[in-house]
Nanobody, 124 residues
């Protein structure tokens, strides 16, 4: 059974930073793209960032480019999301996902494995 566990969320002031972690177990996640999505209250889940198998190509939503950095440590089966210059509009529950086969990496319904989410609140 695949399991993903996110951590690192919390309350931060605008302009601050947080680092999210997602620890994976139960499968060989080094073989899969790992992705962060987020969902704000009343909104649909949206793509944030993805890192491919070898940690090479990385993809970001336009809204987070230049502020967020995704990385992975395959030895630890962990993916990270470093979030800098946070804005109130970044407030959401952040989810990591994996298991993408050949679908669209930007589409949440292409991912079979999800974590439970971690709350990020950006507020003064």
């Amino acid at each position: 059974q695949a399991q993903l566990v996110e951590s690192g969320g919390g309350l931060v002031q605008p302009g601050g930073s947080l680092r999210l972690s997602c620890a994976a177990s139960g499968r060989t996640f080094s073989r899969y793209t790992m992705t962060w999505f987020r969902q704000a209250p009343g909104k649909e889940r949206e793509f944030v960032a993805a890192v491919t198998v070898s940690g090479g190509p990385r993809y970001y939503a336009d809204s987070v480019k230049g502020r967020f950095t995704i990385s992975r440590d395959n030895a630890k089966n962990t993916v990270y999301l470093q979030m800098n210059s946070l804005k109130p509009e970044d407030t959401a529950v952040y989810f990591c996902a994996t298991g993408l086969s050949r679908g669209n990496l930007y589409a949440s319904d292409e991912y079979p494995y999800w974590g439970q989410g971690t709350q990020v609140t950006v507020s003064s």
